[in-house]
């Protein structure tokens, strides 16, 4: 029995690794696969601006090739990727494996690490040796008292020009030149400083005409540099030196630029240069105003202009330039602001006092016909000390112990606490006033309601949506009014109870 089962046995157990075989090798039963499938999810980077950081959530891929939308590409799992500015990107994410590939696309917005709206404000505690300056950030516009002293403290500050959520001016550390960009952080409420061009010498004036050309003018010399107000990068320089009326520069001659003017209308941007002798008191001794015309789509120097007897063209504080329906550009021709010693004198040299000039649209030359003075015009004689944008002027007389020390000033007699007086008076005496100017009948008059402000105002002024924002200083009230420029209606805005004298008030837009 026994030597007959076990032949059996061994047949039945070969049949069964011979089956076991067969059915591994059948053609016709499918090999398991898996096929890639594409995802991501993504996040803005908590520590680098306009970053995001991507993560691949695809499953059964071995390879991965990203998209970014801005002509960027990565081969990483998980990259994370800087972009150049804000906006909306299309993002696409291709997987593969040994047996296909898929892909997916995203919309990814970048948000800016900025504020994109609100307001900047800024103020200045002046002293004689350095002053101190504030700037602090309000998401809707200050109204009643406001304490500057909480905001950021520096020891020099100026905000020349402004774009969207940017605003652009000097550095704020004393000894420091070039273009610095400033934006207010979106999580900390801080004033930064995002950009800067520190190749420049003694920048001085700066005109923004869109967000990828600006111009910046020192006023040391007579180059103009022009740069991209987004990358922050130089374009080019263009030398005014060859052209310019001025004598050459010497141990005691500097020739600059002191006023920046865009005209949107012509396309043309003009540039009022200046003569500056550092052995005098006076810092504008070129007696007779010269403009330079470039030409802004070409950037080119096209002409020049002078006009006889004008000293001085610039606005302080920020450049509000005023053009007509027509395309002629208005500009003020300062004065010596008594520096000569011509204080309001019968007889005094026309150039000694305020004038306002007109370009003239179809020659982009001074018209020689028109001059006029609007402090005069408003029944108010001369002062020194007047502030003007196209809307403010002279109101009041200056006191007498204010000319009387400007005299000693000019001749280099005055002592520290002579200056500390002179300065205090500048600061605090009520002789400017805001004025409503008719540049065509060449007449001013006085904005009912508007109070007096001191006579060295910076002045800044700004029109945001029809509404005049006009600076008040005086020993009672440092801030802002408004103006309805409709109705001419003013009332205050806000009053800076600690932190000094009010200087920018910058409203950010996204826009």
């Known amino acids: 029995m026994t030597l007959r089962l076990f032949p059996i046995l061994m047949g039945i157990g070969l049949v069964y690794l011979i089956g076991f075989a067969s059915s591994c090798q059948d053609p016709e039963e499918p090999t398991p696969q898996e096929n890639p499938v594409a995802d991501f999810t993504f996040a803005a980077s908590e520590t680098e601006d306009f970053t995001i950081e991507f993560t691949s959530t695809s499953t059964a891929a071995s390879s991965f090739t990203w998209d970014f939308g801005d002509g960027n590409t990565s081969t990483d799992k998980e990259p994370t990727h800087t972009y150049a500015e804000v906006g909306s990107y299309t993002v696409s994410l291709t997987v ?96 930064v400083e995002v950009g800067r061009i520190n190749t420049l010498d003694g920048q001085y004036r700066i005109i923004i005409v869109n967000d990828e050309l600006g111009f910046s003018s020192s006023f040391v010399n007579l180059t103009l540099t022009v740069f991209n107000p987004t990358t922050m990068e130089i374009i080019r320089e263009i030398d005014l030196s060859e052209n310019s009326p ?15 003017y865009y005209n949107d209308v012509t396309g043309k941007l003009i540039v009022a240069v200046h003569l500056d002798r550092t052995d005098s008191i006076q810092f504008y001794d070129l007696e007779d105003a010269h403009i330079e015309v470039i030409d802004v789509p070409t950037l080119t120097r096209e002409a020049s202009s002078t006009f006889p007897q004008a000293m001085y063209i610039r606005m302080n504080g920020n450049d509000n330039v005023v053009v007509d329906e027509q395309g002629n550009l208005y500009l003020m021709a300062m004065g010596s602001f008594g520096l000569d010693g011509n204080i309001a004198l019968p007889g005094a040299p026309t150039r000694s006092l305020p004038q306002i000039l007109k370009v003239d649209a179809q020659t982009n030359q001074f018209d020689p016909d028109y001059t006029w003075n609007p402090i005069i015009a408003a ?18 007389p200056a006191p007498p112990r204010l000319l009387e020390l400007l005299v ?60 005049i924002y006009h600076q008040v200083s005086s020993e009672a009230f440092n801030g802002y009014y408004v103006t ?23 409203r950010l837009s996204a826009e």
């Not at 029944?379 to 009041?396: I, K, R, W």
């Not at 003013?490 to 920018?504: H, K, L």
């Open 96 to 191: 593969d494996n040994d047996f296909g590939s898929d892909n997916v696309s995203k919309e990814v917005a970048v948000a800016s690490p900025y504020k994109s709206s609100g307001f900047v404000l800024s103020s200045i505690i002046p002293a004689s040796g350095s002053s101190t300056f504030y700037t602090d950030f309000y998401g809707t516009l200050p109204s009643g008292d406001v304490d500057l002293t909480q905001g950021q403290g520096a020891p020099t500050q100026f905000y020349t020009a402004a774009i969207g959520q940017f605003f652009y001016g000097r550095p704020r550390t004393t000894g420091e030149f070039g273009i610095a960009k400033f934006a207010i952080d979106d999580k900390t409420d801080e004033l």
């Open 408 to 467: 000693l000033y000019a001749q280099g007699l005055l002592d520290e606490a002579g200056f500390l007086e002179l300065q205090n008076l500048v600061f605090e005496s009520e002789v400017g006033q805001l004025m409503e100017l008719d540049l065509a009948a060449q007449t001013a008059s006085t904005v009912a309601g508007a109070p007096l402000t001191a006579g060295y105002s910076y002045p800044y002024i700004y029109n945001y949506d029809g509404q």
């Open 246 to 260: 001025l004598p050459d520069g010497g141990e005691n001659i500097r020739r600059g630029v002191n006023g920046l």
């Open 484 to 506: 309805d420029v409709a109705t001419n209606a003013t009332s205050p805005v806000f009053n800076i109870s600690a932190g000094g004298f009010a200087t920018a008030l910058i």
């Open 379 to 396: 029944g108010f004689g001369n002062t020194p000390l007047h502030v003007f944008t196209c809307l403010v002027g002279t109101g009041a």
